[in-house]
T-cell receptor
Framework: GDSVTQMEGPVTLSEEAFLTINCTYT??????LFWYVQYPGEGLQLLLK?????DKGSNKGFEATYRKETTSFHLEKGSVQVSDSAVYFC????????????????FGQGTILTVHP | DAGVIQSPRHEVTEMGQEVTLRCKPI?????LFWYRQTMMRGLELLIY????????DSGMPEDRFSAKMPNASFSTLKIQPSEPRDSAVYFC????????FGPGTRLTVT
């Protein structure tokens, strides 16, 4: 079945450091890929997405590129801020033969990011 | 748009009591999902609906849990009887290709 594997956390960085959170997936066909972020005490929010190979999703300084050859969707940010401290979830949504979504997302286990001033 | 609305935001109850969690999805969304999040197990999908019809309830932990979606604008998740191990944050999400999460209900069963 489909699965998503994220790098083990927690990740602790100093402000302005470079961030990478690795995500790899296993799926049949051509899934859509997502990064969600969960701030303390809140629900998950969609951070960025990519729907086909070589697409780059970006938002709030974060980027991730859909790499079909390595089945990866690594999250990066060039300079993190204290306000980026949160839990980050990688997820995939399989598409059926008609190219429409099944609706159900498969999530990774989440990676806790803490950024110190 | 107000986003996904969940109530109550916090619920504290005693073991054996019935608990009902409520969700109002974003208007126009075809899918509705119920998740549970704990430190030990992470984020778990319990059940999801498409056009008010339950599609997959394989994540519902046991018969004490039930979920309904009587119309496109309302869903409930019920636990009867509740147990301490049900303590968790319960999220409702709606959407289609993307999911939009509510703020969650923090349930504590003592």
């Amino acid at each position: 079945g489909d699965s998503v594997t994220q790098m083990e956390g927690p990740v602790t960085l100093s402000e302005e450091a470079f961030l990478t959170i690795n995500c790899t997936y296993t799926a049949t066909g051509y899934p859509s890929l997502f990064w969600y972020v969960q701030y303390p005490g809140e629900g998950l929010q969609l951070l960025l997405k990519a729907t086909k190979a070589d697409d780059k999703g970006s938002n709030k300084g974060f980027e991730a590129t859909y790499r079909k050859e390595t089945t990866s969707f690594h999250l990066e940010k060039g300079s993190v801020q204290v306000s980026d401290s949160a839990v980050y979830f990688c997820a995939l949504s399989p598409l059926n033969a008609g190219g429409t979504s099944y609706g159900k997302l498969t999530f990774g286990q989440g990676t806790i990011l803490t950024v110190h001033p | 748009d107000a986003g996904v609305i969940q109530s109550p935001r916090h619920e504290v109850t005693e073991m054996g009591q019935e608990v009902t969690l409520r969700c109002k999805p974003i208007s126009g969304h075809d899918y509705l999902f119920w998740y549970r999040q704990t430190m030990m197990r992470g984020l778990e999908l319990l059940i999801y609906f498409n056009n008010n019809v339950p599609i997959d309830d394989s994540g519902m932990p046991e018969d004490r849990f039930s979920a309904k979606m009587p119309n496109a604008s309302f869903s409930t998740l019920k636990i009867q009887p509740s147990e301490p191990r049900d303590s968790a944050v319960y999220f409702c999400a709606s959407g289609g290709h993307e999911q939009y999460f509510g703020p969650g209900t923090r349930l504590t069963v003592t």
